[in-house]
C-alpha cells in the first residue's frame, strides 16, 4: 500500500480501473468510486493524493486506462466530515432478490432512500442497515451501498451493492449505461409523436434550488419514451414507458414535464390538473436489468404497478 502524499492521517483506497470507465477523466473515476464530492476530488488531485500505476494525476483532466491501479489518500478528517447512517430496526424494506454482491428493492412510495433535509430517520437505508450491516462500509457513509436512487413519491426497483467490488462494478455499469431502467409513468394529455427521445440538459432552478429544470448550462440528460395507451375520459392523458439513458435528479418527470406531459400527480413539476389527479406521481420503477458484479451474467427484475396506481389507471377509459 502507498504512502499519504501529506502528513495528516488519511486511508489510501486502490482500485483496479474497470473497463466500463476506461478514457474518462480521473476525477470523475475518483468520484464515482469513492461517493466524494468532486470539489474534494479536485483538491485530492491538487494536493497530489491520487495516483494511477504509482504515478501522481498532476491534472484533473488526465485519462484513465483499463487495468491500471487507482489510488486515492483520503484524508480521515475528511471521512469523517462525511456523515454515516445510523441503522433502524422499524423501517420495512421490501427486498426482492439478495445475494453475496446485490441486494435489489422494490421501494413503496413514501419512503425516502436516504437521509438528508427534512428526513433525517425513517429512511430505506437505515432499514437496511439494520438487516446488512456491512453496508456501512460501502460507497458513501452518508448513503450506503447507493449506486442511484429513485424519488420520495416514486415505487419501483433499485439496487444496492454489498461489497465495495460490487459498489465500483455497478457504478461503472451505471457510467457507461449498460444499467437499463425502465419505467411507467401516466401524463397529462397525448404525447406526439407517440415515440421519442428528450434530449436536454438538466441542472437547478436558479429560481427555485429544490426544483430541477431545463438548462444549457446543466448536465446531459436523455430519456427515451413511447406511449402505450391513450385515454379521453375524464381528460386526455397517456400511459409512457420511459428508458432512462442518463440518471439525473428528477429527470423523467422534468423531461415530461418539459415536453407539456408532467406526470399525472407531480405538484412540483405542474402535473395536478383536475380532473386528472393522484396522491403522488404516477411514475413506477418497473424493470431494472444489469450485469451481475460477480458472475458478469445479464440479470433482470420486474416490479408489477403498485394498487394505488392501479387504482389510478383504474378511472380512466
Known sequence: MSEPASEAAATTRSERVPE????????RVVALLTGLPRASVAELVAGGSVRLDGQRATTRSTRVRVGSTLEVDVPDATLAAV?????EAGVAVPVVHVDEAVIVVDKPAGL????GAGNPTGTMVAGLLDRFPELAGVGDPSRPGLVHRLDSGTSGLLVVARTEDAYADLVAQLA????????WALVVG??????????????RSSR????MAVSAAGRPARTAYQVDAAFTDP??????????????????????AAIGHPVVGDRRYGGERPPL??????????HLAFCHPVSGERVAFESPLPPDLVQVRAGLS
Open 83 to 87: 456523515p454515516g447512517v445510523a441503522p
Open 20 to 27: 466500463a470507465v476506461a478514457g474518462e477523466r480521473v476525477d
Open 190 to 203: 397525448l404525447p406526439e409523436p407517440a415515440t421519442g427521445v428528450v434530449d436536454a440538459p438538466l441542472g
Open 235 to 256: 381528460a386526455p392523458a397517456a400511459e409512457v414507458s420511459c428508458r432512462l439513458e442518463t440518471g439525473r435528479t428528477h429527470q423523467i418527470r422534468v423531461h415530461l
Open 277 to 286: 389527479t393522484a396522491p403522488r406521481p404516477c411514475l413506477h420503477a418497473r
Open 208 to 211: 427555485t434550488p429544490t426544483r
Open 112 to 115: 425516502v432512500v436516504h437521509p
Open 176 to 183: 457507461t449505461r449498460s444499467v437499463e431502467r425502465r419505467y
